[in-house]
Every structure is written in structure tokens, then in C-alpha cells.
């Protein structure tokens, strides 16, 4: 049954920023994640992985090392990456399975971010595709896309919605298309 194939991942931590520049304070941050963990969401995103001072009231994250106060017994996390912000070069082998990474990027960039995803799968990450703005892919570059992640199959692949501008329909052609060439 495909429905045990989806599953949900909260971004408020992160898209939520966008309306409090990342300010949630360090005891609201705390409040949010256990509140999400008992609601049963598969993955909660903590914010974006970027190369910025870490703050601790902040949901930007300098290195997986400024996640230690985390409950990593009973809860997935994931961490956001816009390509082109996080050098590689920072991430060492991943040491904690409970963190997953989502890399974001543009389909101008695209080739570059797989290669980026594949680094990060070497180095033993989980790694989420999030090819942003889904819906301006042609039927045939969101083909090539998924063919070339199939090589390097990453933990999931997103549909996204950048600019709020998808239908119902375009939600549902992307997803056939996708479910039909993406491998399991």
C-alpha cells in the first residue's frame, strides 16, 4: 500500500522562520519539538544546516553538533540545506541516523545538487531531494531528474511547492509520474 510509503514531516521550525527571521527563542524551540513529537509527525525539521554563527534562539544550525540537547531516542529530525549555502567539506561521517538532511535546490543548479546529495550518501547521510518549485518541471525533466536519482537514491524525494501556485491536479500528475519511475 503506497500510503505506508508516505510520510509527514512538520517544517514549522523552518518555513515558520520566514515570519520571525528564525527568532523562535531557545525555550519555544524546545516547546515546538516536544509538542510535534507527541503529535506522532514521522520528522520534525529543526531549521536550516547553514554556515552562520549558531544561536541557540535561532533555527539556523552552524553544524550537527549544535543539535546535542535533542531527544534522538524516540523522534526523526531533518535539517535543510539550500544548495550552495553549506560547504560539504563541514559534514564528516553521519554518527546519528535520526538526523536526516533535505537538500533544496534549483532546477538550473540541479546537477551540481545531486552531486552534492551523493557526497552526503557517501558519507553515510540520509538524504531527502527537494527539487524546489516542483511544478515548473516539464514531464520530461522531472523524468531525467528522477532517472538520475534513482543512481543515487536518496530517502525521499519532496514535491514542492515554492510559490504556493500548485493545484490539486498538479499535485496529483506530479505524484503519478514520480511514483511511477522513482525506485522504492
Given at each position: ?10 517544517c ?6 520566514y ?16 509538542n ?52 560539504i ?11 536526516k ?13 545531486l ?8 558519507l ?32 525521499g ?28
Open positions: 500500500m503506497i500510503s505506508s510509503k508516505i510520510k509527514i514531516l512538520d514549522t521550525l523552518r518555513d515558520g522562520g515570519l520571525v527571521d528564525w527568532i523562535f527563542g531557545k525555550k519555544s524551540i524546545h516547546s515546538i519539538i516536544e510535534l513529537s507527541k503529535s506522532g509527525v514521522d520528522y520534525i525539521e529543526l531549521g536550516f544546516l547553514k554556515e552562520k554563527v549558531f544561536n541557540e534562539d535561532k533555527t539556523f544550525f552552524s553544524s550537527i553538533n549544535d543539535l546535542k540537547d535533542l531527544d534522538f531516542e524516540n523522534q526523526k529530525y531533518t535539517l535543510m540545506i539550500n544548495f550552495g549555502e553549506y560547504n567539506a563541514n559534514f564528516s561521517e553521519c554518527r546519528n541516523k535520526n538526523i538532511i533535505r537538500v533544496a535546490f534549483k532546477k538550473h543548479n540541479q546537477k551540481e545538487a552531486d552534492y546529495i551523493y557526497e552526503l550518501k557517501k553515510n547521510w540520509d538524504v531527502f531531494a527537494n527539487p524546489m518549485s516542483t511544478n515548473t518541471y516539464s514531464n520530461e525533466e522531472l523524468f531525467i531528474l528522477i532517472q538520475e536519482l534513482n543512481k543515487i537514491r536518496p530517502l524525494v519532496s514535491i514542492v511547492d515554492t510559490l504556493g501556485n500548485m493545484y490539486e491536479k498538479d499535485v496529483i500528475n506530479i505524484f503519478n509520474l514520480i511514483d511511477m519511475i522513482l525506485a522504492p
